[in-house]
């Protein structure tokens, strides 16, 4: 059983930056696909990354440029650097994985593939 734990939120002012991590724990081999995606009050949840392990990373239109996902293979751990925060990036943020190597620009779209979901965390955006 894989089990993910976010953690990095926090409140920010416009133009500030924050530093987003997904531990993942329990076996997760060596074929996965991974995402960040969010979701405010009152709205859709959407993509905000998706990478793959052979690394090919897609992102929302809303957040080029600014977000940049990594990963520590190591310590099994991803993250997500934002830059530049908007608020309208105000959101709870939630990692998710799945066995397999899925194309990234179609897990944004498609978040009910991804098996193991963290509880997310709460990202602030004041302008």
């Known amino acids: 059983q894989v089990q993910l734990m976010e953690s990095g939120g926090g409140s920010v002012q416009a133009g500030g930056s924050l530093r987003l991590s997904c531990e993942a724990s329990g076996y997760i081999g060596n074929s996965y696909s991974m995402g960040w995606f969010r979701q405010a009050p009152g709205k859709e949840r959407e993509g905000v990354v998706g990478?793959?392990?052979?690394?090919?990373?897609n992102y929302a239109d809303s957040v080029k440029g600014r977000f940049t996902i990594s990963q520590d293979n190591a310590k099994n751990t991803f993250y997500l650097q934002m830059n530049n925060l908007k608020p309208e990036d105000s959101a709870m943020y939630y990692c998710a994985l799945v066995k397999g190597l899925y194309d990234s620009s179609w897990l944004l779209m498609n978040d009910k593939a991804l098996r193991y979901w963290g509880q997310g965390t709460q990202v602030t955006v004041s302008s």
């Open positions: 990478i793959n392990k052979l690394g090919s990373a």
